[in-house]
């Protein structure tokens, strides 16, 4: 009998910081359990070359922001000359000395052409110096069913969600790898973590992020690179502004479970974990829930967050279950009003 009494005693418990959880994410999760518990110092990046893939606007540029207060040098990387333009100056306006730090833009599909990626990046480390931290926001979403979505698409959205993010991380490793330093980040989505109905095409790619992500991260370990994965939910960017107009309504059904939340907030979180070492960097406590379903053989940077997260698993898996069955009366409801 003792022994069910503690049994039932853990599960009450475990419950408990559930709830607290859900009613006080942001203080739970951020302040008590990562800043509290599981402080690192984070690395300093004061002078140092961080480089931003989408950053003329939407996460990246916000992430560039945050890099020049904290003194880097900035490089931005995107197609649209004219954003990228006006996202310079705002980014110059935020660093930390204006005497001291260099900002540079550069208009370049990332997606394309991997030798004119390599070239592009080495030039900038000629005249901005080596890179130090990369981070890869590039991305498009399109949205639509299997059949629905031609190859043409699909091509699309490799190139950039998936290749554009290779090829800059292979262009950087080696001279990473001869620094002895450095930090990669990936920008995924919650869509790396689960299938959603209506983003076959998408979910794969952010599926592969995740892939390259976790071998990168041993690749890189013993050379001092850490890797973070950012997986945010939606998020209120001009890219999803777009992928709104093509969202079939089961695919915006599921979507409105989920509040969006603003690329500073990403940004700010993304920054954050990067410079702890974080493999996963998320927001809110459903993207903590879907990291801690899907960790599996995932990096950890810390053995009290990996037993932490050993005894959520099971409880994350039956609330994670909720949401499929959700899920599927949503697409259920609406198969039946098509007919």
């Known amino acids: 009998m003792e022994e069910i009494s503690n049994v039932t005693l853990i599960i009450i418990v475990l419950v408990i910081i559930i709830v607290f959880a859900f009613c006080f994410e942001d203080f739970f999760l951020r302040e008590f359990i990562f800043d509290l518990l599981f402080r690192r110092r984070p690395k300093d990046i004061n ?21 020049a207060k904290h003194g880097a040098h900035v490089t931005i990387i995107a197609r649209n000359t004219h954003k990228l333009h006006v996202a310079k100056h705002e980014i110059i306006d935020a660093c930390k000395d204006q005497d001291v730090q260099k900002v540079k833009h550069l208009a370049l599909d990332i997606g394309k052409d991997y030798d004119a990626v390599e ?56 001279r990473m790898k001869v620094a002895q330093e450095g930090i990669i980040v990936l920008t995924a989505s919650e869509a790396a973590l689960l299938g959603i109905f209506g983003y076959s095409a998408y979910c794969s790619t952010k599926f592969a992020l995740r892939g390259l992500a976790e071998s990168i991260s041993m690749e890189f370990a013993p050379y001092n690179i850490s890797v973070t994965l950012s997986v945010p939910p939606d998020t209120d960017t001009p890219g999803f502004a777009v992928k709104q107009l093509y969202m079939t309504r089961e695919t915006k059904l599921i979507c409105e479970t989920s ?33 801690v379903l899907c960790s599996g053989m995932s ?41």
């Open 47 to 67: 002078g140092k070359h961080v480089v931003v893939t989408g950053g003329s606007s939407g996460i990246g540029k916000c992430v560039a922001i945050l890099a």
């Open 119 to 174: 070239k592009a990046l080495g030039d900038l480390e000629r005249t901005m110096g080596p890179i130090y931290m990369l981070v890869n926001c590039a991305g498009t979403a399109i949205c639509g069913k299997i059949e629905d979505t031609s190859i043409i698409e699909l091509q699309q959205l490799t190139r950039t969600n998936f290749l554009g993010s290779y090829y800059c991380i292979k262009a950087v490793a080696q």
């Open 259 to 291: 509040n969006l939340v603003s690329p500073e907030a990403v940004a700010e979180k993304l920054f954050k974990d990067a410079l702890i070492g974080k493999f996963f960097s998320t927001v809110g406590v459903k993207g903590f829930m879907l990291t």
């Open 299 to 339: 990096p950890f940077h810390s053995t009290w967050i990996m037993f932490w997260e050993s005894m959520l698993m099971g409880i994350f898996r039956l609330v994670g279950a909720f949401f499929r069955v959700q899920f599927q009366n949503i697409i259920r409801d609406c198969t039946k009003n098509s007919r």
